[in-house]
């Protein structure tokens, strides 16, 4: 492949100075008839000197000998010229450099002469390499201009407009719009260059009849690429010029008397020769420095050549009459000078049009797929269906769970009902169609929730392992329930309803009221705190009015019976001891009513059963006419062993274990007791103290089952004496008590009920949009800020879905009956909702549209 052994990488800068030879022209005729002489000669193949011995003995400011890498006399031919070192130079554009080749001198010293044997025989042999490679395609592109009086002229057309010059981005000057032809063959190339003679400008003067008048640039452009890749568009290629260059010359205007047309084309020649001198001067000087390849289009075009990337060799040609000595001498110091200058040439490989393309599309390609992975699928569509796949995997899977959560919840439901001997068929869930046929519907339908507060059970503490003894109307279980009147709403907005992630417990307080039970166990903590501690029994205190000074109650006997009847195990310690530090530290008379009063009205229980009226309905104590206390061993006392005394109102009881005194007030019993008429009611002693076994029974039982409090117990336990005056208490306790959990056994299942119904129905409005819930409480007349009618929502969503595995269809028909859906869009678009086909859909559809006054209130 190599032409002249210049291979090198692509990239690879070669650095080198341009090629400068000088030949000398024989004389021709003119000058031989005018006795000139030749005092030129070339003493060797370098070095050329001015053999005028009169010159050479004169001071002169012109060196006498020059030397450059080749000169050639007067006998020399061109293709000597050629082969010596123009050919290395103008043959290395096949190897991918560019190069220029270019002749400068004066006028009629045989530049033309010289640069057209040297076009020839450089294409000729680029002809003749191209032939002899086999593994490289090449094409070759001929173009041709001319510079004539400043204006660039394409040799090749027959237009004469000139054309402009252009900076590509590379900084080189290429000529816009230049004509660009496939050189072909020899003939061709014969052909274009018979074009380019005689296009060009060509004049005679005094100096030579075919004076050029123009700078004329021949220009050869080579592409090649290795033949296996031949018809492969991501082929690189190498593409390189070369440029062969013949110049106007140099005239002094007396010597070639010029005037008019031929002084301009002078002018113009001489300054861009001037130019170009100045361009070639400052590069072997400054290279470095400005270069005003600017001043000219000659120098503009000729930038690449001179200083950039091209290997370059210049032909200086000379007169070697004696009348032209100033000119050669001229010639000569350019010559100097241009030796000097260095050019970087480096191989040219470009990329064909179709691989650049080729290589802009793979590189879009590639930040496309950069831009995607920062901004992720830039394809909508796809994104939000690959979000919707995702949905449908989590809602099924939220349905898998809710499904259980439901059954469990059920289950549960079942088994206190059925502990409560309730008619489970006649609950509303077991008839999801039972809306308008079943009475527990009409029921729902009709109810209202916040009409119906029976009892305020917001301080009412629950366990519910009680079963009722009644069977309770499945009603009853939802309208025995209803909201604290204190109870503020935290957030009503629906989406809040909706999507927030509380708990269920946490779900069911803010939206249905706090759970009634959920303080209790804080209470009986409390109550116990207080009660294991002498100094945090100030609740006790208040019910303890001091009397130091007597009303000593000898409370041993009632340890026992706490022991023994009333007190669990922790209760009986507890109550034990704290009664007696009370009863040790300070002595207290217990204030029988009082103390009461406070278990009745205090924080632990606050029944809305007026403890006067139970009072009133119970059996009067006058007419208990005996009664017994029972210890721990099963042992009796009989209440005749105290002494009760009567003081302004005030009972005394007396204690002969003890002798101590416990002062007894009674302020709320409707009657005071009357001494000698304890066992008044009863048969014998030994019934009361059956009688009171089994209420004592009773009591201690309802109190673990409802979970009561040791405060209450031990309150309780301070006002039982022993005698038939406590039936009053224990009739108020065990009413209070059944009532309690007939109360708590409602509100518990009711809530179980509804938590189940408001989850559900939560799930369900899950599958709507904020904007389509909305909408369609709107049209519901929902407002969701009221309990009530949330509830109501609740229920009615309930109904309509009560099994799980319809929630999904039926967010679907309900957004369908409401006029959400958009007729042309299936509800898979809308909610990502799995629904087999479209024929699926409308036959659900059809189903529900049967029921849509079901859905409206
Ligand atoms: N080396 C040479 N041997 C024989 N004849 C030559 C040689 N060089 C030039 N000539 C002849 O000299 C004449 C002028 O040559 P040429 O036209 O090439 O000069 P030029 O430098 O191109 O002049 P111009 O700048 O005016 O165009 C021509 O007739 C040409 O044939």
Redesign the pocket.
């Known amino acids: 492949m190599s032409i002249s052994g210049d291979e090198m990488k692509p990239g690879d800068g070669q650095e080198e100075k341009i090629f400068v030879t000088v030949?000398v022209?024989?004389l021709?005729a003119k000058e031989i008839a005018k006795n000139d002489s030749s005092y030129w000669e070339c003493v060797s193949n370098h070095t050329i000197i001015y053999k005028n011995v009169k010159a050479l003995t004169e001071r002169s400011m012109y060196p006498n000998a020059y030397t450059f890498d080749r000169v050639y006399g007067?006998d020399?031919t061109?293709r000597e010229v050629y082969e010596d070192g123009v050919k290395r130079i103008a043959l290395s554009v096949l190897n991918g450099f560019n190069s220029s080749v270019f002749?400068y001198?004066?006028?009629?010293?045989?530049?033309?002469?010289?640069m057209t044997g040297i076009t020839q025989y450089a294409i000729s042999d680029i002809f003749d390499h191209i032939s002899k490679q086999d593994d490289r395609e090449f094409m070759l592109k001929f173009s041709a201009i001319e510079i004539y009086n400043e204006c660039v002229r394409d040799l090749l057309s027959a237009d004469a407009t000139p054309l402009r010059l252009l900076d590509d981005p590379e900084a080189r000057t290429v000529v816009d719009k230049l004509t660009e032809i496939n050189l072909e063959d020899w003939t061709h190339l014969m052909e274009l260059l018979a074009v380019c003679e005689a296009q060009r400008k060509i004049g005679e003067?005094s100096?030579?009849e075919?004076?050029?008048r123009s700078h004329q640039i021949i220009r050869l452009t080579i592409e090649s690429s290795p033949s296996e890749f031949s018809g492969i568009d991501s082929a690189s290629i190498l593409a390189a010029t070369v440029n062969f260059i013949?110049l106007?010359?140099s005239?002094r205007a007396s010597q070639s008397l010029s005037m008019g047309k031929r002084m301009k084309e002078g002018g113009h020649i001489n300054r861009s020769l001037l130019t170009l001198g100045t361009v070639i001067r400052k590069l072997s000087k400054e290279p470095n420095g400005h270069i005003p390849y600017r001043d000219s289009k000659l120098t503009r075009i000729l930038q690449n050549s001179l200083g950039g990337n091209a290997k370059t060799a210049i032909v200086c040609?000379l007169s070697p009459a004696h009348a032209h000595l100033e000119q050669s001498r001229n010639t000569l110091l350019f010559a100097v000078c241009a030796k000097e200058v260095r050019t970087s040439a480096q191989i040219n490989v470009v990329m064909s049009e179709k691989a650049l393309v080729k290589q802009l599309q793979q590189e879009m390609a590639r930040l496309e797929n950069e831009l995607k992975n920062i901004s992720g699928p830039t394809n909508d569509s796809e994104a939000i269906i690959k979000e919707k796949e995702l949905q449908i995997l989590k809602m099924e899977q939220e349905i898998k769970e809710l499904t259980r959560e439901r059954d469990l919840a059920r289950s549960r439901l079942d088994e206190i009902l059925r502990a409560a001997g309730v008619d489970q068929n006649s609950l509303p869930w077991t008839d999801s169609c039972s809306w308008d046929g079943g009475s527990s519907s009409g029921h729902l339908r009709d109810s209202s929730f916040d009409g119906h507060s029976t009892s305020n059970t917001s301080d009412v503490a629950v366990n519910v392992k009680v079963k009722v003894n009644a069977p309770l109307p499945p009603i009853a279980l939802v309208n025995t329930y209803s909201f604290p009147k204190n109870h503020k709403l935290h957030n009503p907005n629906e989406d809040h309803y909706v999507f927030d992630n509380i708990t269920p417990r946490e779900f069911m307080n803010q939206y249905f009221g706090p759970d009634p039970t959920q303080e209790w166990d804080k209470t009986s903590q409390k109550a116990r705190e207080r009660t294991d501690s002498i100094d945090s029994c100030n609740e006790v205190e208040e019910c303890i009015e001091k009397d130091e000074a007597d009303d000593i109650v000898d409370d041993t006997h009632d340890e026992n019976q706490i022991e023994g009847d009333f007190g669990n195990s922790h209760a009986e310690q507890s109550t034990r001891s704290a009664h007696e530090d009370v009863m040790e530290t300070k002595a207290p008379s217990l204030t029988r009513s009082t103390s009461c009063s406070a278990v009745i009205e205090g924080d632990v229980l606050s029944s809305p059963v007026s403890e006067k009226n139970v009072v009133a309905e119970s059996k009067s104590e006058s007419d208990i006419k005996s009664l017994c206390r029972q210890d721990s061993q099963g042992s009796t006392t009989s209440v005749n062993e105290k002494e009760m005394q009567h003081t302004d109102g005030d009972i005394f009881i007396s204690s002969p274990s003890s002798n101590t005194q416990e002062k007894v007030m009674v302020k709320d019993t409707p009657e005071t007791i009357e001494s000698g008429d304890e066992m008044e009611g009863f048969d014998s002693e030994k019934d009361w103290c059956l009688l009171f076994e089994e209420q004592r029974k009773k009591i201690t039982k309802l109190w673990n089952e409802c979970n009561i409090p040791l405060l209450h117990r031990t309150y309780f336990f301070l006002l039982i004496k022993g005698d038939p005056s406590d039936s009053v208490y224990i009739e108020v306790e065990l009413r209070r008590l059944s009532f309690l959990r007939k109360t708590l056994d409602q509100v518990a299942s009711a809530r179980a009920l509804n938590l189940e119904r408001a989850m559900l129905s939560r799930k369900l409005l899950k599958k709507f949009t904020s904007t389509e819930r909305q909408a369609m409480f709107a049209k519901w007349g929902i407002d969701l800020e009221s309990r009530n009618r949330r509830f109501q929502l609740s229920q009615l969503l309930w109904t309509k879905t009560d099994d799980i595995e319809h929630v999904r269809d039926s967010a679907e028909i309900v957004a369908k009956l409401v006029g959400l859906i958009e007729p042309d869009k299936t509800p898979k678009e809308l909610f990502g909702l799995t629904v087999a086909t479209k024929q699926e859909s409308q036959s659900l559809l059809s189903a529900w549209k049967n029921n849509l006054s079901l859905l409206r209130y």
């Open positions: 030949r022209r024989p021709n007067h020399s061109t002749a001198g004066q006028t009629s010293s045989g530049k033309t002469y010289t003067t100096m030579n075919m004076s050029s013949d106007a010359g005239e040609t």
